[in-house]
C-alpha cells in the first residue's frame, strides 16, 4: 500500500511534520513493508513558513526583530524563495504568544506584521510577497499596518468618536522597527487565507473568532462595532471579500493595500507537489488538533479531503478532539474522522499527544 500522510499541526501539542512522523511510526509498526509518503501542511497558520522551506530547500530564511500582540519582542522570519518572499503573520500576530489569561483581542494588535512585511520588501529582488494568515490573537483588520503604509484613516475608524480603543498601542514598538517611509511600492501582495470568512457580519472576524480568542459576547459585540466602523473606509466589496476576516481581518488589510487572497492550503499543496502525490497514494491520513465546522471551510483537512475525493482516495482525519458532524465531513471527502480525545481521554491526548498519534494510527493500519 501507497500511504500519503499530510497532517496539520495539532496545536500546542504537535507540529505538522511531528504529527506526520507519529504517524508514520504507528503505522510502521503494523504494515512495516508498505510506501509511507510524508507530507506535512500548513494553511496560511502556524507553521506556513517552516513546510514552504521544506518544499524549497534552495530558499533562504532570515530572522526579522519584531513585536508580538502585546507589544513584546519577538523574532519572526521570512522565507525568499526567487522573487518571492514568504512571511507568516502569526511570527507576529499569533495566538501562541499569549497565556490563556493574556487573550483578549480588544488589547491585542498587528503592528508586528509591519516590519516583516518591509523586511521582506527591501530584500533585493523580491517582486512578491506571501503572507501566511492564521492562527491570530488580534481583530482589528490590520489597522496599525494599514496607518504604517499610508491608510491612517482605518485606524482612526477603529476607533471611533471618543472609543480609546487602539489595538496593539502596547506594540507600538513595532513601529519603531519600520521605516518612517515604508511603502511597498512594486510589490504584489497575496494573502495565502485558512478560512473563506468575511470581516463583518454572523460569519465575520468577530463573532466567529472572537471567542477562540478571549472575547467574551460584549467584547465581540464592541469588536464587531469596531471592525464595521473600518469596513466603511474601505473600498467597497472588501469587507465582503471570502477571506476579509481571515486572521482577525488581516484579509481585509491586504485587500486595501491593493492585494489578493487566496487559499493557503492550495498554495501549499502546489508548493509541495501534494495533488501528484494524491494520485499515486491508496490512503491518505491527515489530520490537526480539533476537526470542526471550522476545518471545512478552507482549512487542511479541507483541502485534503476535496482532493482526495476528487481522485477517489479515501481521506481518513486524526483529531485531538472531532466535533464536525459526520454528515459534513463526509460531504466534504473525509471517509472516517478519529478522536484522540474520545478515544484515549483529554488529559493522555493532551500530554501524550504524540503517543496517542502514533497508536491511532496502529489502529488503522491494522483495518
Known amino acids: 500500500m501507497r500511504l500519503l500522510i499530510c497532517p496539520d499541526k495539532f496545536a500546542g501539542t504537535l507540529s505538522a511534520p511531528d504529527a506526520a512522523e507519529a504517524v508514520a511510526e504507528g503505522w510502521r509498526s503494523v504494515r512495516p513493508d508498505d510506501d509511507l509518503v510524508l507530507r506535512p501542511l500548513a494553511d496560511g497558520g502556524p507553521g506556513f513558513v517552516d513546510v514552504l522551506a521544506a518544499a524549497h530547500p534552495e530558499g533562504k530564511r532570515f530572522p526579522v526583530p519584531t513585536a508580538d500582540p502585546l507589544g513584546r519582542p519577538v523574532t519572526g522570519e521570512i522565507l525568499i524563495v526567487g522573487d518571492t518572499a514568504y512571511v507568516e503573520s502569526a511570527h507576529a500576530c499569533g495566538l501562541h504568544h499569549l497565556s490563556p489569561a493574556e487573550r483578549d483581542p480588544r488589547r491585542a494588535g498587528s503592528a508586528g506584521l509591519l516590519p516583516l512585511l518591509t523586511a521582506a520588501a527591501e530584500v533585493d529582488g523580491v517582486r512578491r510577497i506571501v503572507i501566511g494568515l492564521g492562527g491570530s490573537a488580534t481583530n482589528d483588520a490590520g489597522v496599525r499596518v494599514l496607518a504604517g503604509l499610508g491608510r491612517p484613516e482605518a485606524l482612526a475608524a477603529y476607533a471611533g468618536n471618543g472609543d480609546d480603543a487602539d489595538p496593539g498601542a502596547a506594540a507600538g514598538a513595532a513601529s519603531d522597527m519600520t521605516p518612517e517611509t515604508a511603502t511597498l511600492a512594486g510589490i504584489e501582495l497575496i494573502g495565502a487565507t485558512d478560512v473563506d470568512n468575511p470581516l463583518t457580519g454572523p460569519r465575520g472576524a468577530s463573532r466567529v473568532f472572537g471567542p477562540q480568542k478571549g472575547a467574551d459576547p460584549a467584547a465581540v459585540e464592541e469588536l464587531e462595532a469596531a471592525l464595521t466602523r473600518v469596513a466603511s473606509v474601505l473600498a467597497e466589496g472588501i469587507a465582503?471579500?471570502?477571506?476579509?476576516?481571515?486572521?482577525?481581518?488581516?484579509?481585509?488589510?491586504?485587500?486595501?493595500?491593493?492585494?489578493?487572497?487566496?487559499?493557503?492550503?492550495?498554495?501549499?499543496?502546489d508548493a509541495i507537489g501534494l495533488d501528484a502525490e494524491l494520485r499515486q497514494a491508496d490512503l491518505v491520513i491527515t489530520g490537526e488538533g480539533s476537526f470542526d465546522e471550522q476545518s471545512l471551510?478552507?482549512?487542511?483537512?479541507?483541502?485534503?479531503?476535496?482532493?482526495?475525493?476528487?481522485?477517489?482516495?479515501?481521506?481518513?482525519?486524526?483529531?485531538?478532539?472531532?466535533t464536525a458532524k459526520p454528515a459534513a465531513w463526509h460531504a466534504a471527502g473525509v471517509t472516517d474522522a478519529l478522536s484522540l480525545s474520545e478515544e484515549f481521554g483529554l488529559e493522555r491526548a493532551l500530554g501524550d499527544a504524540r503517543g496517542c498519534v502514533r497508536e491511532m494510527a496502529a489502529r488503522v493500519a491494522v483495518g
Open 240 to 269: 465582503e471579500t471570502p477571506g476579509a476576516g481571515a486572521a482577525g481581518g488581516l484579509g481585509a488589510a491586504i485587500l486595501a493595500l491593493g492585494g489578493r487572497l487566496t487559499s493557503g492550503i492550495q498554495l501549499v499543496r
Open 297 to 322: 471551510h478552507g482549512k487542511v483537512i479541507d483541502g485534503v479531503a476535496g482532493a482526495g475525493a476528487a481522485l477517489g482516495v479515501p481521506v481518513v482525519v486524526i483529531a485531538g478532539r472531532v
